[in-house]
């Protein structure tokens, strides 16, 4: 089956910096890959999505870049801000399944 | 527009003791999944409705816990009786028909068992 793993499970960065939070998948047959943002007290919110026949996806301020060779995700935030401090979560889906497998997730926090 | 609704917000029974959790998706979304987080580690899958028919229940983790989708729109899930390794937060979420589209989650059923 598919695991998903966080590099780091906390994240500093200064307000105005940008950030980047990695993933690893470990299923080659994985072909749907979404980021999602989880506020204190909310549901995972929806961030960007990338499919396996893209290695870039630009959202605003947010950029998604897919390395299918070595299975590996990452979410690039520019000039991150206070409202940016969360759990990002990355999840995997693979063929006609649709369920999701998410990785631990990354608590981002930025510093004033 | 509505987003995906769940309630309780927050849950507190014994061992032993029967919850239902309940989840409204948003309306026309025929894809509804039940996921949840155990103790800040990540969020796992439980099963996925087509409208009221179950298409994956593979995360299910015993048969303590019944999920129902009666006439395709809100669902309920029960854990009886519920254990301690039953805590955690429970996620609800929905999409539309279609090959690939996003799940929208609700805000979850925090179940704490004593």
């Known amino acids: 089956g598919e695991s998903v793993g966080l590099h780091l499970p906390t994240l500093s960065v200064q307000e105005g910096d940008n950030s980047i939070i990695n993933c690893a998948y470990s299923?080659?047959?994985?072909?749907?890959f979404i980021w999602y943002k989880q506020e204190s007290g909310k549901g995972p919110q929806f961030i960007i999505d990338?499919?396996?026949?893209?290695d870039k996806r630009q959202g605003q301020r947010v950029t998604v870049l897919l390395n299918k060779t070595v299975k590996h995700l990452s979410l690039q935030i520019a000039a991150t801000q206070p409202g940016d401090s969360a759990v990002y979560f990355c999840?995997?889906?693979?063929?006609?399944?649709?369920?999701?497998?998410f990785g631990s997730g990354t608590q981002l926090t930025v510093l004033p | 527009e509505a987003g995906v609704t769940q309630f309780p917000s927050h849950s507190v029974i014994e061992k032993g003791q029967t919850v239902t959790l309940r989840c409204d998706p948003i309306?026309?979304?025929?894809?509804l999944y039940w996921y949840r987080r155990v103790m800040g580690k990540e969020i796992k899958f439980l099963l996925h409705?087509?409208?009221?028919?179950?298409?994956?229940e593979s995360g299910m983790p015993n048969n303590r816990f019944l999920a129902e989708r009666t006439g395709g729109t809100y669902s309920t899930l029960k854990v009886q009786p519920a254990e301690l390794e039953d805590s955690g937060v429970y996620f609800c979420?929905?999409?539309?028909?279609?090959?690939?589209?996003?799940?929208?989650f609700g805000p979850g059923t925090r179940l704490t068992v004593t």
């Open positions: 409705f087509v409208k009221e028919s179950k298409q994956d």
């Open positions: 999840a995997v889906g693979s063929g006609s399944a649709r369920q999701l497998t």
């Open positions: 979420a929905s999409s539309q028909s279609g090959t690939r589209s996003e799940q929208y």
């Open positions: 309306s026309g979304h025929d894809n």
């Open positions: 990338i499919r396996s026949n893209m």
């Open positions: 299923n080659s047959a994985s072909d749907y």
